[in-house]
């Protein structure tokens, strides 16, 4: 089966510039994550879809963090205006209901 | 929410012998354990899990065993390789595995 898909793989922006981030999840999963791996750490959550709804976001920093899944399908998360705090590896996953999670490559965020 | 703690931060073992990474978490209701493996830059993967109702998974190489009562799990690789070397996160979930929390990772170095 395909895995999850992510673009792009690298992207360098100044601080206070807008980003954008894609993921197409595994075909059939209800269920999409969007991680926030900073080096040396572990991932953390920053929103949680299932299907085209947010289950959790509690950890999304809304003042500059956005994210939406359309048609419960896809999913974009976008950064505006980034700060230098934000470089890290952004993984996106997908699951099915009682399963585990299926990560993509995920996209590494350089901010200047 | 739930807290998982990983120890050690970094663990260098010489090839063929046995690697342990712990993990403990603080929410009693957590009742799945994933593993992943995730080389350098890449995405994490699965590499085994066990479920609340088993006290000890294998799978030729590695294992996980764990301790409801103490709230611990740990991976343990015996007759390490250095294919091994790779950063291992522990995590923890609940609720039908909607939700997963992340230890904050082990880098495992195998010396030849």
């Known amino acids: 089966e395909a895995g999850v898909a992510q673009s792009p793989r690298y992207k360098i922006i100044e601080k206070r510039q807008s980003v954008a981030f894609w993921c197409n999840p595994i075909s059939g999963h209800a269920t999409l994550y969007w991680y926030q791996q900073i080096l040396g750490q572990g991932p953390k959550l920053l929103i949680q879809?299932?299907?085209?709804?947010?289950?959790?976001d509690s950890q999304l920093p809304k003042d500059r963090f956005s994210a939406e899944r359309l048609k419960g399908v896809d999913s974009t998360l976008k950064i505006q205006p980034a700060k230098l705090e934000d470089s890290a590896v952004y993984l996106c996953a997908s699951s099915l209901v009682n399963s585990p999670l299926h990560f993509g490559n995920g996209t590494r965020l350089t901010v200047t | 929410g739930e807290n998982v703690e990983q120890h050690p931060s970094t663990l260098s073992v010489q090839e063929g012998d046995s690697a342990v990474i712990k993990c403990t978490y603080s929410d009693s209701a957590s009742n799945y354990f994933p593993w992943y493996k995730q080389e350098l830059g890449k995405r994490p993967q699965l590499i085994i899990d066990?479920?609340?109702?088993?006290g000890e998974k294998k799978d030729q190489r590695i294992a996980v065993t764990l301790n409801k009562t103490a709230k611990h799990f740990s991976l343990h690789i015996t007759e390490t390789q250095p294919e091994d070397s790779a950063v291992y996160f522990c995590a923890a979930s609940k609720y039908n595995f909607n939700k997963f929390y992340f230890g904050s990772g082990t880098k495992l170095n195998v010396k030849p």
């Open positions: 066990i479920r609340s109702n088993v």
């Open positions: 879809f299932q299907n085209n709804g947010v289950v959790d």
